[in-house]
T-cell receptor, first 109, second 116 residues
Framework: GQNIDQPTEMTATEGAIVQINCTYQ??????LFWYQQHAGEAPTFLSY??LDGLEEKGRFSSFLSRSKGYSYLLLKELQMKDSASYLC??????????WGAGTKLIIKP | GAVVSQHPSWVICKSGTSVKIECRSL??????MFWYRQFPKQSLMLMAT?????????EQGVEKDKFLINHASLTLSTLTVTSAHPEDSSFYIC????????????FGPGTRLTVT
């Protein structure tokens, strides 16, 4: 079966750095996405990785290792507004998005 | 980025009634639209995929006669929950894709449905 694993919840301090990991086992791979979802709202796109390596976009970076079936989302200079769920999703061989359950990130002052 | 709207943003209905949710792509033509359902503290679950002018393809376990999907134009898709029950209470999210499978999906803001 297809499976995406990410931690259920993480806590970090305002101004710090946090890394959210995602491991996947899917039938084929056509890219990995990270989305941010605030409670009661729809997901918003953060990043897309299809090749190995690090993609940096402001305070957010995403890393991919296809051989390891592994990705992480790195958030720097954490702000209170970063408190949200972070969803990892993989496009499989049929280009269908397979979603992880999400990681709830709690930022403390 | 491209914008997708949903209406209503929240709705409360009585058990046994039907409710329609609209999903519109505002600045692009969505050849494909997706409908998701999300229960509290759970991930998005794809319900169905629809291509403009064609019948929707439903995921396993989703009742097509209960969740009616219409995608009559390139900018509008509707989801009708028929004979709603309290267990249908959920957060329904649509997304649109402009082109083929390599194109990005853009998500609507979601509709909170509560069935009493």
């Amino acid at each position: 079966g297809q499976n995406i694993d990410q931690p259920t919840e993480m806590t970090a301090t305002e101004g710090a750095i946090v890394q959210i990991n995602c491991t996947y086992q899917t039938s084929g791979f056509n890219g990995l996405f990270w989305y941010q979802q605030h409670a009661g709202e729809a997901p918003t796109f953060l990043s897309y990785n299809v090749l190995d390596g690090l993609e940096e976009k402001g305070r957010f970076s995403s890393f991919l290792s296809r051989s390891k079936g592994y990705s992480y989302l790195l958030l720097k200079e954490l702000q209170m507004k970063d408190s949200a769920s972070y969803l990892c999703a993989v496009k499989d061989s049929n280009y269908q998005l397979i979603w992880g359950a999400g990681t709830k990130l709690i930022i403390k002052p | 980025g491209a914008v997708v709207s949903q209406h209503p943003s929240w709705v409360i209905c009585k058990s046994g009634t039907s409710v329609k949710i609209e999903c519109r792509s505002l600045d692009f033509q969505a050849t494909t639209m997706f409908w998701y359902r999300q229960f509290p503290k759970q991930s998005l679950m794809l319900m169905a995929t629809s291509n403009e002018g064609s019948k929707a393809t439903y995921e396993q376990g989703v009742e097509k006669d209960k969740f009616l999907i219409n995608h009559a134009s390139l900018t509008l898709s509707t989801l009708t929950v028929t004979s709603a029950h309290p267990e249908d209470s959920s957060f329904y999210i649509c997304s649109g894709r402009e082109g083929g499978v390599d194109y990005e999906q853009y998500f609507g803001p979601g509709t909170r449905l509560t069935v009493t």
